[in-house]
């Protein structure tokens, strides 16, 4: 099934929905309290299908400690804004106020639907998640670049780089796309249409060396943006323009990648060693079997913003002064993880747990809780936690992202 999709084949909708009904009537009994003493009811009003989504924030864990922000946004809460090739709708620092250095788009491209010739400041970085796709792009020396992606496939291109996106044939196709700023708006692009509109056509017949009244006949941009078109045919005639390919392909085959593998997991790590393009975002695409974790770590070297594709997710994040909050995730919801905080992420469903982790980054970094403590001095580390000699002697030198090992 050429699918790598948040929503899933039918049966996984029907177990979904199954789900989603007995969370619902599990919150008519959850109540803000650990028991007695502590806390109380909730006479209401109440939302009893949010405060499934939620659990951990309606009776969070003993650990928790302190006002860390807000961790997380669903894309369901996200304003779509619907066009006649597809739609979008984003999460910035705007809906996400932590988020400062990433920004998130979801778009859907029907079959033909084109996302307009248009360039941005910020880098893009993408990975599809349904569909086919066709994405051309020029450099600044003129060398030009035109492929087919599919699921699983990532793209990027730097700050500035022209590019476009046309879904294919049989159903168009669906991704994420990561920006290397949290003040990134999808809604202010800059537009090829738009810079024809506010061109006077003197300018653009002196430009072109060609009769002004060739020009001025641009649509309105409104009616471009994402608009539907005509699906194009085979790859070939496309690349045939007469150019040279960009020396650094903009696409990479991220699931051609051999994942470091666990009993309880896998991870991809595509970073600029493996995908050379990209220079400004890292990336990891994590799976988590139930029963299972990633691992009590954090990143030397940026924020963290996730995006959740299949299963539910707990994520526990340790900040300093004792501060820690826990949150709950499920599929099309972000989360972010400040910089340097530790933190980890349990798959609490019954079903696997995909997710991606994305840096500003040219490079992946974590650092494991568990290999630092087993290559700390022994005697050092006991007179810090006075641990007992059977976890001692259980401590891991190798890291290991997804546990149990």
Known sequence: MNSFHRRGVLSGLAVGAGGLLGGTALAADLEPSRGPGWGGTNPGPRNPAREAENPDMINPPATDHGTLPNLRFSFEDSH???????????????????????????????AGGIRELHWHKE?????????????????????????????G?????????????????????????????????????FLLSDWFKHTPTEVLAKNFGLPASLFGHTPDPSSLYIFKAPVPGPLGPDRLLGAEPVPQSFKHRMLAQEPIRTKSGTVRITDSSHFPASKTIAAALVEVEPGGMRELHWHPNADEWQYYIEGKARMGVF??????????????????????????????????LRFLEMFKSSYYADLSLNQWLALTPPDLLQAHLRLDPEVMGALRKEKVPVVPA
């Open 123 to 151: 880098a893009e970085w993408a990975f599809m998640l349904y569909g086919n796709a066709r994405i051309t792009a020029i450099d600044p020396q003129g060398r030009n670049f035109v492929d087919d992606v599919g699921v």
């Open 80 to 110: 779509i804004r619907q066009e006649s090739g597809g739609w979008t709708r984003q999460i910035t620092e705007r809906e996400l106020g932590v988020s400062k250095s990433i920004a998130g788009v979801n778009m859907r491209l029907n």
């Open 319 to 352: 900040a300093t002064s004792g501060q820690a909050r826990t949150f709950d995730y499920q599929p099309g919801d972000v989360g972010y993880v400040p910089f340097a905080m530790g933190h980890y992420i349990e798959n609490t469903g019954t079903t696997t």
């Open 153 to 189: 496939d990532l793209w990027y291109f730097p700050s500035g780089i022209p590019h476009s996106i046309q879904g294919l044939g049989p159903d168009g196709c669906e991704f994420l796309l990561v920006f290397d700023s949290g003040g990134f708006d999808e809604d202010s692009t």
